[in-house]
């Protein structure tokens, strides 16, 4: 991924992510607004019915002001200008002076201001003067002046009630007859009689002009007075206000619970938000580890060699990595979903193969694996090492078999390169030393057929004489007779040399073994010089070997000995052969007084083609070592403590 | 062993035995060593004859004898027997004066001619020898002046220009001339010279 897109991929990603922060804030804006729209809207309504309640009640005071100064203008009437006190007026008065009509007594004067009688009667511990003061006075004279009622102003009365009174002139015929004087409990008016609805919603009370409060329909205070209403009360007037306060409303618990369960619920919204978002990281960060976990799987099976095939329970395949692909030669596409036969493999061993497929499928596998020759796609064969293991799933169900496959044909084909090459070292070592055999034989040979024809030449020169010794001439004759015998026997020793050229395994007396092999290097070793001396241990048990193989490694280890005491003097060049039981083992050794092995040749002496001989190959005593391992023996040196090496020929001895 | 003889120097029995029978069916003497070093124990100075050396032999080779009798002055004709594989030592050891070399396996009638010149030729030097000895015995008995004139002599120049160089008188060369040719038992300057130069050009052996 280039990194431009990364970030624009971020960029949306965080939009992405701060979408439901926004969303959430939002509507928690738009539900506050609304809350608070409504609780306005609300309020505005309220007031609204506050300020119409609060017309109707003093509409309603007024309109009670009205009619209780019309029945004191008709009461008056009745008894100032008819003079007359009917029972029926009577009752009309008694029926005036009420709570709910808030007048507390009715008083009349004549036209010179004199009380003429009141309801109720005036005791005797009342004073007039309380009713009748100078105000009284001044109001009764205002309200004939002006010919209507006049309401006075509120003063205290005894027991602490405030109280006004107003004053209706009445007229007859004959004129200004006397006043009618209602005396009003401020109290009693504002608060006697008010509807139930109206006493629970609102707190009345009046106020001076001061702004004290003379009078209140209830002692408790309204918690606030927001929603209050003040308005004149004229009448009476004089500076009085009437105000009325909505008591706190019962809380709108429906809105509360809305707007707290709003809140709650927004709360909620963004802790979950919350909670999703670092799930979603949570999420994105294992995501993201799966990935690369799954990416670093993918690219391990990618690149590597061994090819990984997986097949289920049927031996369908379901997976194969690209190693498989690019040793069969198939696309993945072309192999899986394939059942047996697979295109992979080889038609010649098709019945094998599925032997082995099956097996495979029973789970008979061999835990070692197995080598199969299969087939590529362009034809090429090549041998396979496939391991079949056990496919379990994460849940623990065995699913299928998991196959690894390894082209081992280069190894194979080494090995075997390997193996005939060893053959051919075997065999051109052996045609070497046989040659040298060969060689040395046909120059031992030489020896009596050359003193044969010297004989013979002699012979025919005494025959050309005159004179013929018999005697002399038998004599001769034997002699080429036992030089005759001399090449034969040396014949017949090569004879037997290359007639045991098949190698086999066969109870070997190791002592015979090595008088003849000696017997083979005699000739040899006396030409150059050499003493072969032998310590044989007598009854030593046999050794299942291949007389020849044995036979050219004591030669070998003999002639090496030779080699190594070529510049020796002439009393130093002695090679010792040795037998000896050792336990279960029987020890040849061959000792020389030779130059000795250093340690860097000792380290390398068994390597292929290493040699310190100019004509060397190299190859003796690696071939002499494969022997020694072939008959489970084995092929060491060791320091002669007489100066030179020795080298030891061990092999197990045969059990009966 | 003043006589001249074939002296057969090999390891092998067999071998010693057949040559000495068949040189004896040629009237060739010889000795038989079955090794060098034996041989070379018993060697003489004045030994004659020939050597037939094996070379590949047990102990001593017959390059080592061969090398041990030239050290010693020895200058007997060696003829080496030699097998295949020892045919470019062979050739060396001829370049360094050995008389031949025969391969094995060899021709019987060929080894012994080759043995017989080898005896001639041994015969010859040692007369070639005989007579040097006595060259120089005789030069030995001369005078100094004898010597002079005899030098002249054999220069070719006649008597009276001998006189002039040694300012001597014709009568005086005439008498050291006839001395000389006494002394040397030779009747002319062309047999002087003769023997003379047997002595100084050595014929190579």
Same mark, same amino acid.
């Given at each position: 991924?280039?990194?431009?897109?990364?970030?624009?991929?971020?960029?949306?990603?965080?939009?992405?992510?701060?979408?439901?922060?926004?969303?959430?804030?939002? =509507?928690?804006?738009?539900?506050?607004?609304?809350?608070?729209?409504?609780?306005?809207?609300?309020?505005?309504?309220?007031?609204?019915?506050?300020?119409?309640?609060?017309?109707?009640?003093?509409?309603?005071?007024? @309109?009670?002001?009205?009619?209780?100064?019309?029945?004191? *203008?008709?009461?008056?009437?009745?008894?100032?200008?008819?003079?007359?006190?009917?029972?029926?007026?009577?009752?009309?008065?008694?029926?005036?002076?009420?709570?709910?009509?808030?007048?507390?007594?009715?008083?009349?004067?004549? *036209?010179?201001?004199?009380?003429?009688?009141?309801?109720?009667?005036?005791? &005797?511990? %009342?004073?007039?003067?309380?009713?009748?003061?100078?105000?009284?006075?001044?109001?009764?004279?205002?309200?004939?002046?002006?010919?209507?009622?006049?309401?006075?102003?509120?003063?205290?009365?005894?027991?602490?009630?405030?109280?006004?009174?107003?004053?209706?002139?009445?007229?007859?015929?004959?004129?200004?007859?006397?006043?009618?004087?209602?005396?009003?409990?401020?109290?009693?008016?504002?608060?006697?009689?008010?509807?139930?609805?109206?006493?629970?919603?609102?707190?009345?009370?009046?106020?001076?002009?001061?702004?004290?409060?003379?009078?209140?329909?209830?002692?408790?205070?309204?918690?606030?007075?927001?929603?209050?209403?003040?308005?004149?009360?004229? /009448?009476?007037?004089?500076?009085?206000?009437?105000?009325?306060?909505?008591?706190?409303?019962?809380? #709108?618990?429906?809105?509360?619970?809305?707007?707290?369960?709003?809140?709650?619920?927004?709360?909620?919204?963004?802790?979950?938000?919350?909670?999703? #978002? !670092?799930?979603?990281?949570?999420?994105?960060?294992?995501?993201?580890?799966?990935?690369?976990?799954?990416? @670093?799987?993918?690219?391990?099976?990618?690149?590597?060699?061994?090819?990984?095939?997986?097949?289920?329970?049927?031996?369908?395949?379901?997976?194969?990595?690209?190693?498989?692909?690019?040793?069969?030669?198939?696309?993945? &596409?072309?192999?899986?979903?394939?059942?047996?036969?697979?295109?992979?493999?080889? /038609?010649?061993?098709?019945?094998?193969?599925?032997?082995?497929?099956?097996?495979?499928?029973?789970?008979?596998?061999?835990?070692?694996? =197995?080598?199969?020759?299969?087939?590529?796609?362009?034809?090429?064969? =090549?041998?396979?090492?496939?391991? %079949?293991?056990?496919?379990?799933?994460?849940?623990?169900?065995?699913?299928?078999?998991?196959?690894?496959?390894?082209?081992?044909?280069?190894? +194979?084909?080494? &090995?075997?390169?390997?193996?005939?090459?060893?053959?051919?070292?075997?065999?051109?070592?052996?045609?070497?030393?046989?040659?040298?055999?060969?060689?040395?034989?046909?120059?031992?040979?030489?020896?009596?057929?050359?003193?044969?024809?010297?004989?013979?030449?002699?012979?025919?020169?005494?025959?050309?004489?005159?004179?013929?010794?018999?005697?002399?001439?038998?004599?001769?004759?034997?002699?080429?007779?036992?030089?005759?015998?001399?090449?034969?026997?040396?014949?017949?020793?090569?004879?037997?040399?290359?007639?045991?050229?098949?190698? +086999?395994?066969?109870?070997?007396?190791?002592?015979?073994?090595?008088?003849?092999?000696?017997?083979?290097?005699?000739?040899?070793?006396?030409?150059?010089?050499?003493?072969?001396?032998?310590?044989?241990?007598?009854?030593?048990?046999?050794?299942? *070997?291949?007389?020849?193989?044995? &036979?050219?490694?004591?030669?070998?280890?003999? !002639?090496?000995?030779?080699?190594?005491?070529?510049?020796?003097?002439?009393?130093?060049?002695?090679?010792?052969?040795?037998?000896?039981?050792?336990?279960?083992?029987?020890?040849?050794?061959?000792?020389?007084?030779?130059?000795?092995?250093?340690?860097?040749?000792?380290?390398?002496?068994?390597?292929?083609?290493?040699?310190?001989?100019?004509?060397?190959?190299?190859?003796?005593?690696?071939?002499?070592?494969?022997?020694?391992?072939?008959?489970?023996?084995?092929?060491?040196?060791?320091?002669? /403590?007489?100066?030179?090496?020795?080298?030891?020929?061990?092999?197990?001895?045969?059990?009966? | 062993?003043?006589?001249?003889?074939?002296?057969?120097?090999?390891?092998?029995?067999?071998?010693?035995?057949?040559?000495?029978?068949?040189?004896?069916?040629?009237?060739?003497?010889?000795?038989?060593?079955?090794?060098?070093?034996?041989?070379?124990?018993?060697?003489?100075?004045?030994?004659?004859?020939?050597?037939?050396?094996?070379?590949?032999?047990?102990?001593?080779?017959?390059?080592?004898?061969?090398?041990?009798?030239?050290?010693?002055?020895?200058?007997?004709?060696?003829?080496?027997?030699?097998?295949?594989?020892?045919?470019?030592?062979?050739?060396?050891?001829? $370049?360094?004066?050995?008389?031949?070399?025969?391969?094995?396996?060899?021709?019987?009638?060929?080894?012994?001619?080759?043995?017989?010149?080898?005896?001639?030729?041994?015969?010859?030097?040692?007369?070639?020898?005989?007579?040097?000895?006595?060259?120089?015995?005789?030069?030995?008995?001369?005078?100094?002046?004898?010597?002079?004139?005899?030098?002249?002599?054999?220069?070719? $120049?006649?008597?009276?220009?001998?006189?002039?160089?040694?300012?001597?008188?014709?009568?005086?060369?005439?008498?050291?001339?006839?001395?000389?040719?006494?002394?040397?038992?030779?009747?002319?300057?062309?047999?002087?010279?003769?023997?003379?130069?047997?002595?100084?050009?050595?014929?190579?052996?």
């Amino acid at each position: 991924m280039s990194p431009p897109q990364t970030t624009a991929l971020s960029v949306r990603q965080r939009w992405l992510t701060a979408v439901p922060y926004l969303t959430v804030l939002l =509507f928690l804006v738009v539900i506050a607004a609304l809350v608070w729209f409504t609780r306005s809207y609300d309020e505005e309504e309220q007031r609204a019915t506050l300020i119409s309640d609060v017309l109707w009640m003093e509409q309603n005071l007024q @309109f009670k002001l009205e009619r209780n100064a019309s029945q004191l *203008a008709q009461i008056g009437q009745e008894i100032l200008a008819a003079d007359r006190h009917l029972p029926q007026t009577s009752a009309a008065l008694r029926q005036l002076v009420r709570a709910e009509n808030g007048l507390v007594r009715v008083m009349w004067l004549d *036209a010179e201001g004199r009380l003429k009688g009141a309801l109720p009667p005036i005791g &005797e511990g %009342e004073m007039l003067g309380e009713q009748l003061g100078e105000q009284s006075a001044a109001n009764l004279r205002l309200a004939q002046a002006l010919e209507r009622r006049v309401y006075g102003q509120v003063y205290a009365a005894a027991g602490d009630r405030l109280q006004f009174e107003v004053h209706v002139p009445i007229y007859a015929e004959n004129g200004f007859v006397g006043a009618m004087i209602g005396v009003y409990s401020l109290h009693d008016l504002v608060t006697h009689d008010l509807p139930w609805w109206f006493a629970e919603r609102y707190r009345v009370s009046v106020l001076d002009s001061d702004g004290h409060e003379l009078v209140a329909k209830s002692k408790v205070a309204p918690l606030s007075d927001r929603q209050s209403y003040t308005m004149a009360f004229d /009448p009476p007037g004089g500076g009085l206000t009437l105000q009325v306060t909505a008591y706190q409303g019962e809380t #709108r618990w429906v809105q509360v619970l809305l707007i707290g369960s709003i809140l709650l619920l927004g709360g909620i919204l963004v802790w979950s938000v919350l909670q999703l #978002r !670092r799930e979603l990281q949570r999420r994105h960060r294992a995501e993201q580890a799966l990935r690369s976990e799954s990416l @670093f799987r993918r690219a391990m099976e990618d690149s590597m060699l061994t090819g990984l095939r997986a097949r289920d329970l049927d031996g369908r395949i379901t997976y194969v990595n690209p190693a498989f692909c690019r040793m069969v030669g198939y696309s993945a &596409e072309e192999l899986i979903g394939r059942t047996p036969p697979m295109p992979y493999w080889d /038609p010649e061993f098709l019945q094998q193969t599925q032997d082995i497929h099956d097996r495979v499928l029973r789970g008979d596998a061999s835990p070692e694996g =197995f080598e199969i020759r299969l087939r590529r796609k362009s034809g090429e064969r =090549f041998d396979a090492l496939i391991f %079949e293991a056990p496919l379990i799933d994460a849940a623990g169900r065995h699913t299928g078999w998991m196959g690894s496959m390894l082209d081992i044909t280069a190894q +194979k084909r080494a &090995e075997e390169l390997a193996r005939q090459q060893e053959e051919r070292l075997q065999a051109t070592s052996r045609l070497i030393t046989m040659g040298e055999m060969a060689s040395t034989l046909a120059h031992e040979l030489n020896q009596p057929l050359a003193a044969i024809a010297s004989y013979n030449t002699g012979c025919i020169n005494r025959l050309e004489q005159p004179e013929i010794d018999r005697s002399e001439l038998k004599d001769i004759f034997d002699r080429i007779g036992r030089q005759a015998r001399r090449a034969g026997d040396i014949i017949r020793r090569v004879h037997d040399f290359v007639r045991r050229s098949e190698p +086999k395994r066969e109870p070997l007396d190791i002592n015979l073994m090595i008088r003849e092999a000696i017997g083979l290097i005699e000739a040899d070793s006396t030409k150059r010089g050499m003493r072969i001396e032998t310590e044989l241990e007598e009854a030593l048990p046999s050794v299942a *070997a291949d007389p020849v193989m044995i &036979e050219q490694v004591i030669v070998n280890l003999v !002639r090496n000995g030779m080699d190594a005491m070529r510049d020796n003097p002439p009393a130093r060049r002695t090679v010792r052969v040795s037998t000896r039981r050792e336990g279960d083992t029987l020890v040849v050794r061959v000792a020389d007084n030779g130059t000795g092995i250093d340690a860097e040749t000792g380290r390398r002496l068994f390597e292929p083609f290493f040699t310190t001989k100019a004509e060397g190959m190299g190859m003796g005593l690696n071939i002499c070592r494969s022997i020694a391992e072939l008959h489970h023996g084995r092929l060491g040196f060791e320091t002669n /403590p007489d100066g030179g090496t020795i080298f030891t020929l061990s092999l197990p001895v045969e059990t009966p | 062993m003043t006589q001249p003889c074939a002296h057969i120097i090999d390891d092998d029995e067999a071998i010693r035995d057949a040559l000495q029978w068949l040189f004896k069916t040629r009237d060739v003497a010889c000795a038989t060593w079955p090794s060098a070093e034996n041989f070379l124990a018993a060697l003489q100075p004045g030994w004659r004859g020939c050597v037939v050396l094996d070379i590949r032999m047990e102990g001593m080779s017959g390059l080592e004898c061969f090398d041990v009798l030239r050290q010693r002055g020895n200058q007997l004709p060696v003829i080496f027997i030699t097998g295949h594989g020892d045919v470019p030592m062979a050739v060396a050891a001829l $370049k360094k004066g050995a008389f031949d070399f025969i391969e094995k396996p060899f021709n019987d009638s060929d080894l012994v001619d080759i043995v017989t010149r080898a005896l001639e030729i041994d015969a010859n030097n040692h007369r070639a020898e005989t007579t040097r000895e006595t060259v120089e015995t005789r030069l030995a008995l001369l005078t100094a002046r004898e010597q002079e004139v005899m030098e002249l002599i054999l220069a070719g $120049k006649f008597n009276k220009v001998i006189a002039d160089d040694l300012c001597i008188s014709m009568r005086t060369v005439e008498a050291h001339r006839s001395k000389v040719f006494e002394k040397m038992e030779v009747r002319s300057a062309v047999e002087l010279a003769q023997l003379v130069n047997l002595v100084r050009n050595r014929p190579p052996h």
